[in-house]
């Protein structure tokens, strides 16, 4: 297909998981559309955990003129196997979460890094990066965010994870430490931030128990779980005078390069997004 096909109106593309109705991707690119008058859709599609299912639906995407893809669990690793071409970002990740389509195929980036570095440069107060960090979780959101925060300046990154293999295989990679899942409280001594990347916390998993009592008064506090969107780890840093960054600021931002690349418009995060977002998850989470 030439790539003036590829344009043609509407515009299409979408969104690809297994579960994906859960997914606020086509709510977020719905905004965009409707503000920035693009005449495009953005699909939510399940697509089966196979490799083979996944590299399947890519190619009818191709064929059917779709203008690219964001991708979501479990498919981010064969988003990489099945692109031609990678990203530095998405090739250092292992892992992307944007698939573009053109004549030559297909291109993996990893947005989820650019993403939480944004939401991380809005929420810093004095302009100061954090220097040491500690993240929780080793999965690849938590490699995404360790390398987003080594890229603004941390120093120090300790990993802790309940398998701690897979924490000293991040920590290695980034240059930074593994720390034991039980001495996570102590870990936090020192850090300016704490991110939790495990699903721990999320509504319908188990809670996030973790002891903030270590953590300096002013450092920030992030978690990657939007559902619910005030989190208990949240909760309690707030209340206790911290400054915090949600998911749904992370989701906002790593879905903005997409939305430029696929509809040519431009994506702007900002409190009317936000808002919008938080009425349907306020209507999700109604009986
Ligand atoms: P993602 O790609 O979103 O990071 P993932 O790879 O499934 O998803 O990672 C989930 C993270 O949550 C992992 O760090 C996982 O720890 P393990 O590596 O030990 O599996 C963490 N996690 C999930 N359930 C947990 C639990 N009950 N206790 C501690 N950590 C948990």
Redesign the pocket.
Known sequence: MAAADRKKTPILAGVVGWPVEHSLSPLIHTIWARRAGVDGHYIPLAIAPAYDDFAKAMDSLRTIGFAGVNVT??H?DHALRYAQRASAIAQQAG?ANMLTFDDAGAHADNSDVAGFAAALAGARRDGTAPANAVV?????????VALALQAAGATRILVA????A??EAVASDIGGDAVD?PARHDALAGADILVN????GMRG??P?EIDLSALSPKALVAD?VYSPLETALLKSAREQGRPTIDGLDMLMHQAAPGFREWFGADAVVDAALRAGLVRELERRSRP
């Open positions: 669990l479990p981010k892992a929780l979780g080793a999965g690849g959101a938590a490699r995404g994870n309940r398998t701690r897979k924490a899942w990347a495990t699903s721990l998993q188990p996030l990657i």
